[in-house]
């Protein structure tokens, strides 16, 4: 059975950082690429950032460049999204999930986590 847990997310001041994680088990996800989506009250779920298992490269919305990076360790099965300067604006559900195709959208994912809540305070 695939899961993908993610844990990290809480209650963080603007300017302030988190590190998000999701650990992933049930298959071998070499071949996957994982990213990290967000969705916020009323909007849709969005891309944040993405990273190819194997390959290491690394995919990110405008929106977080620079302030966010995404990292796998293939020892633990896990990928992190550590998340910095952080804004009000980035309050949301934040999700993982893996991919065979286009890392930037929902529909071609086939796996998802539960969502970990990131709520920035101004």
């Known amino acids: 059975q695939v899961q993908l847990v993610e844990s990290g997310g809480g209650l963080v001041q603007a300017g302030g950082s988190l590190s998000l994680s999701c650990a992933a088990s049930?298959?071998?996800?070499?071949?996957?690429?994982m990213g990290w989506f967000r969705q916020a009250p009323g909007k849709e779920r969005e891309f944040v950032a993405a990273?190819?298992?194997?390959?290491?490269?690394?995919y990110y919305a405008d929106s977080v460049k620079g302030r966010f990076t995404i990292s796998r360790d293939y020892a633990k099965n896990t990928v992190y999204l550590r998340t910095t300067s952080l804004k009000p604006a980035d309050t949301a559900v934040y999700y993982c999930?893996?991919?065979?195709?286009?890392?930037?959208?929902?529909?071609?994912?086939?796996?998802w986590g539960q969502g970990t809540q990131v709520t920035v305070s101004s």
């Open positions: 999930g893996a991919t065979l195709r286009s890392v930037y959208l929902k529909r071609e994912y086939d796996y």
């Open positions: 049930g298959r071998t996800f070499s071949s996957y690429s």
């Open positions: 990273v190819n298992w194997s390959a290491g490269i690394t």
